[in-house]
């Protein structure tokens, strides 16, 4: 059975930063593409950033030079780190594989605000 947690979201200001971490459980971590994904309110869920397993990563015109993805396939684990964060960046983020699974987690609430 699929598990996907998110955490480390929170409240920021204009221009900090955040490290979103998702553990994963139930899968064969290491062959899939993984991806972030986000949620603003109001809008549909959007595709952030992805990273293949053999490391090939891809972002979001949107987020290029200020989020970086990783992965660590001994701890079926991935990351995003979030710099130089901006109001419009403010969304719940998930992870899950590219294309993703019908299955998504909770979810991690971002919000950056002066």
């Known amino acids: 059975q699929v598990q996907l947690a998110e955490s480390g979201g929170g409240l920021v200001q204009p221009g900090g930063s955040l490290r979103l971490s998702c553990a994963a459980s139930?899968?064969?971590?290491?062959?899939?593409?993984m991806g972030w994904y986000r949620r603003a309110p109001g809008k549909q869920r959007e595709l952030v950033a992805t990273i293949a397993s053999g490391g090939y990563i891809k972002y979001a015109d949107s987020v290029k030079g200020r989020f970086t993805i990783s992965r660590d396939n001994a701890k079926n684990t991935v990351v995003l780190q979030m710099n130089s964060l901006k109001p419009e960046d403010t969304a719940v983020y998930y992870c899950?594989?590219?294309?993703?699974?019908?299955?998504w987690g909770q979810g991690t609430q971002v919000t950056v605000s002066s």
């Open positions: 899950n594989k590219y294309p993703p699974f019908d299955y």
């Open positions: 139930g899968i064969i971590f290491s062959i899939y593409t």
